[in-house]
């Protein structure tokens, strides 16, 4: 009774429910499918597959020590998949529930169609806290609860098939894949995760409540495990319960040992929850990929985006030497944190009235840990789409000010302005010419003057959206929302209001 698992945002073998319970049952075939359809998405890049294939090369290797070595093939998900099963004689086929973008979404479609033509079943156990269906706001973090505090599925025994070729993992899924080089990108595979989880909860967290809003400090005290989430080196449960762990551990120390580790490890244990939460938003309403949560909207920012605007944007020619400098460290890294993920969406929003989803596209192709699930509703709570979250304006200056306060990180990211002193760096466009001559800069030439008035631009997007929001029908609208999407954790009233506004960090 030979079974499948198709491996797709799930690359382990601990805590792979699929993979044990289809052990269970008989013989097993461990399948990636490398898919050119969808490696042709907007949303995916060459650096997104460079750490993906890390992971299936550590995934080959763990699989092969358990008996039978990762098979991988490239093709349509659907033909790959006849063809296995008629082959091999398959007599079911698992997976983990996946909340993709509406490529994967309709190829999961698809292949539902195909195996029930076929009469083989397709098992799809969850992987997240993610509910499929009707999901009920109202018990939703009962569920996840129970489903976070469940055991963890061990790596079972694979009987070898060496009848199966395992096949190439190429370099590139497709010949025309746009090279990305991303020079800064972390290194993908499980052990990777693991060290990266076992340093963080027992050295670089302890501050993470504090410092994880700054670039300056962000990059050590963050876990830094977003893309091993994001693709299923370790999973959700995992670091849940060893989070859970460390904090009973902690409770355990002298109150004079304990140091800040208790609110560090409670911010990010809520932050794991979050994870979930905002994939239901998707998983529950897939339209918001495309389209505004809140309809009433739409057109308000038109349907086609300033490409001057955007370019600047994109290549961290702002004018806002902070934003650009955030810029530039993600396209270097692949990874950037929180609060600068926010401020980069909320700038192209609101300060550039871009209409987020080339913005989002963009993004999304930087992201290493680009998780669709959370990607958009996140990207449409910043740009104040959703109607039900705050406005939420950041001020690049501000921002600039709070969390770089000397320029190191601008100047790092920044060459052009590296000799101008702290009290320009934040704003060197009001230098007067004699001080530009001083410093060997030119704004305008060396250095772009801002795109806009920030403050002004500001108030204006304020002012439009705000208004677009306080009509009946868009107040109806928000209502049913949030009866949607809303969250129902029970927190203080003051927290729960602020968490209304909070931006991710699974990083």
Not at 104 to 115: C, P, Y
Not at 187 to 201: C, I, M, T
Not at 274 to 295: A, D, I, Y
Not at 308 to 330: E, K, N, Y
Request: proline share 6%.
């Amino acid at each position: 009774m030979t079974q499948l698992v198709w491996f797709k945002r799930d690359l382990r073998t601990q805590d792979n429910e699929a993979l044990f319970r289809a052990a269970e049952n008989g013989p097993v075939v461990p399948l990636y499918i490398i898919e050119p359809g969808l490696w042709q998405q907007p949303d995916m890049s060459g650096r997104h597959w460079a750490f993906l294939r890390e992971n299936l090369l550590s995934l080959r290797d763990a699989l092969a020590q358990l008996g039978q070595p990762l098979v991988v093939r490239r093709g349509e998900a659907t033909e790959v998949l006849r063809s296995i099963a008629k082959r091999h004689r398959i007599r079911a086929v698992w997976s983990h529930q996946e909340t993709g973008n509406n490529w994967t979404f309709r190829r999961d479609q698809a292949v539902a169609h195909l195996l029930k033509d076929i009469g083989i079943p397709w098992h799809q156990p969850r992987q997240h806290g993610v509910v499929r269906g009707n999901a009920d706001r109202d018990t939703w973090s009962r569920q996840w609860e129970q489903l976070m505090a469940s055991g963890l599925y061990r790596p079972p025994a694979l009987k070898p098939l060496p009848e199966i070729h395992p096949g190439e993992i190429p370099r590139e899924p497709i010949p025309d894949l746009i090279t990305d080089d991303c020079p800064g990108r972390q290194q993908g595979g499980r052990l990777s995760a693991e060290k990266n989880l076992s340093s963080f909860l027992t050295s670089r967290g302890e501050r993470y409540h504090s410092e994880m809003s700054s670039p300056l400090t962000a990059t050590d005290s963050c876990s830094r495990l977003s893309p091993h989430l994001a693709w299923g080196t370790v999973s959700v449960r995992e670091v849940v319960q060893a989070t859970r762990r460390r904090r009973a551990q902690i409770k355990e120390l002298p109150t004079g040992q304990r140091g800040t580790w208790g609110r560090a490890l409670a911010a990010f244990e809520g932050r794991l929850h979050w994870h979930c939460h905002f994939m239901q938003k998707l998983e529950s309403e897939p339209r918001v990929e495309f389209e505004n949560m809140q309809r009433a909207l739409d057109g308000l920012r038109g349907e086609t985006t300033d490409p001057s605007r955007l370019r600047a944007w994109q290549d961290g020619q702002t004018g806002w030497p902070f934003v650009d400098a955030c810029m530039r460290a993600l396209a270097h890294d692949g990874w950037i944190n929180f609060r600068m993920r926010a401020m980069l969406v909320s700038v192209a929003s609101y300060q550039l009235w871009l209409h987020w989803r080339e913005p989002a596209l963009h993004l999304a192709r930087l992201f290493v840990d680009y998780e669709p699930g959370i990607h958009y509703p996140q990207v449409q709570m910043q740009s104040g789409t959703t109607g039900i979250n705050s406005l939420r304006i950041y001020n690049p200056i501000k921002q600039s000010v709070d969390q770089d306060p000397d320029g190191r990180f601008i100047r790092a990211w920044v060459p052009e302005l590296a000799g101008i002193d702290s009290s320009s760096i934040h704003n060197p466009w009001l230098m007067s010419e004699s001080e530009q001559r001083r410093c060997g800069l030119r704004i305008g030439e060396h250095y772009p003057a801002p795109l806009v008035d920030h403050q002004e631009a500001a108030r204006e997007a304020r002012r439009r959206i705000q208004g677009a929001r306080s009509g009946a029908d868009a107040r109806t609208q928000s209502r049913k929302i949030y009866d949607r999407h809303g969250s129902r954790k029970r927190t203080q009233r003051r927290s729960r209001k602020k968490s209304s506004q909070t931006t991710l960090d699974f990083s």
